[in-house]
């Protein structure tokens, strides 16, 4: 299946503005809606902010408190055409509704000019990065859309209907495995970088 690239870079250019603009409820396109949430963090030193988050993050699988995460739902909307001898996907639309929750930090002022930068470039990693959890879940929605618009049965509409859910269910895990593999391959990155800067 071919995905039009420049589309993708142009729908991964919109959803990094929406997300960086800081703007809830915005639509990135006609079927993703960004929505960003916040929680509050306090603290005016590195070590009081990074407290903070730890104890106020977002929890991944109800463990680990992350600084910010994305909740990400493709809702499936498929419909049918019956025809002489069989049946065909009429219509497929798959809507992707992604809820971004994001620290605020509100002691700003308080703090040193250093602190603030490097709060600066957290968030704005920090917001690239849910952006991109969103931007990889709108590309396997529109792939998804493609997919279910070329299945037809020979025999009937409740048989196209299931060949639309195993086409979904397969596409949601591919989805998932690509939103670990990025997460993964950042933790990485972001450990290769950690030892680099160590003295030696």
């Known amino acids: 299946m071919s995905v039009n690239i420049a589309t993708l870079i142009l729908k991964k250019s919109l959803l990094a503005l929406v997300i960086l603009s800081g703007a809830a409820g915005c639509t990135a396109t006609s079927k993703t809606v960004v ?9 005016t030193t590195l070590s009081q902010i990074d407290k903070e988050i730890k ?5 991944l699988n109800g463990t680990v408190h992350a600084v910010a995460i994305s909740k990400i739902m493709m809702i499936p909307n498929v419909s049918f055409q019956p025809f002489e001898g069989g049946c065909a996907v009429k219509r497929a639309q798959i809507k ?5 929750l994001l620290p605020k930090w509100k002691n700003r002022r ?3 000019k250093k602190i603030g930068q490097t709060w600066d470039n957290l968030d704005r990693y920090t917001r690239l990065h849910e952006a991109t ?6 590309k396997h929605a529109r792939i998804l859309e493609q997919k279910l618009g070329t299945i ?5 509409c409740e048989e196209a209907g299931i060949l639309a859910k195993r086409t979904i269910e397969r596409a949601m895990r591919s989805h998932e ?5 990025f997460d993964s391959s950042e933790k990485k990155r972001f450990a290769n970088a950690a030892r680099k800067r160590k003295p030696t």
Do not use: F, N, W
């Open 96 to 100: 992707v509704r992604a809820t971004v």
């Open 55 to 59: 104890d106020k993050g977002p929890k």
């Open 110 to 112: 308080r703090a040193g």
């Open 133 to 138: 959890h969103v931007i990889i879940a709108d």
């Open 152 to 156: 037809r049965s020979g025999r009937s």
């Open 35 to 43: 929505t960003l949430d916040y929680y509050q963090v306090g603290g």
């Open 177 to 181: 495995k690509e939103q670990l593999q």
